[in-house]
């Protein structure tokens, strides 16, 4: 059974920095594309970031390129978000997936299993 763990969220202020961890167990990781989606208030789930098996592939939204980086530790069976200079519009809860065969379209359906999420809030 898989399962995804995400931690690290948080209330914190405009133009602050935070790192989102996402610890799995239940499958080969290193298998895996990963990827982290958020859903914010009033909103669908939208795709925010996805990373290749090696790590070596990554996409972004362009709401958060340049500001959030994704990446991952195949020895540790766990992923990450870092988020620099977040917005208020970052408000919202992370999840954490795992990636399909066709991971780097970015659509929900591309992504095989989610975690509960880790709620983000950013005030100005």
């Known amino acids: 059974q898989v399962e995804l763990v995400e931690s690290g969220g948080g209330l914190v202020q405009a133009g602050d920095s935070l790192k989102l961890s996402c610890v799995t167990s239940?499958?080969?990781?290193?298998?895996?594309?990963m990827g982290w989606f958020r859903q914010r208030p009033g909103k669908e789930r939208e795709f925010v970031a996805a990373?290749?098996?090696?790590?070596?592939?990554?996409n972004y939204a362009d709401s958060v390129k340049e500001r959030f980086t994704i990446s991952r530790d195949n020895a540790k069976n766990t992923m990450y978000l870092r988020m620099n200079t977040v917005k208020p519009e970052d408000t919202a809860v992370y999840y954490c997936?795992?990636?399909?065969?066709?991971?780097?379209?970015?659509?929900?359906?591309?992504?095989?299993?989610w975690g509960q999420g880790t709620q983000v809030t950013v005030s100005s």
């Open positions: 997936v795992v990636g399909g065969i066709n991971w780097y379209l970015a659509r929900p359906i591309d992504f095989t299993s």
């Open positions: 239940g499958l080969t990781f290193s298998d895996k594309a």
């Open positions: 990373i290749s098996r090696t790590g070596a592939t990554t």
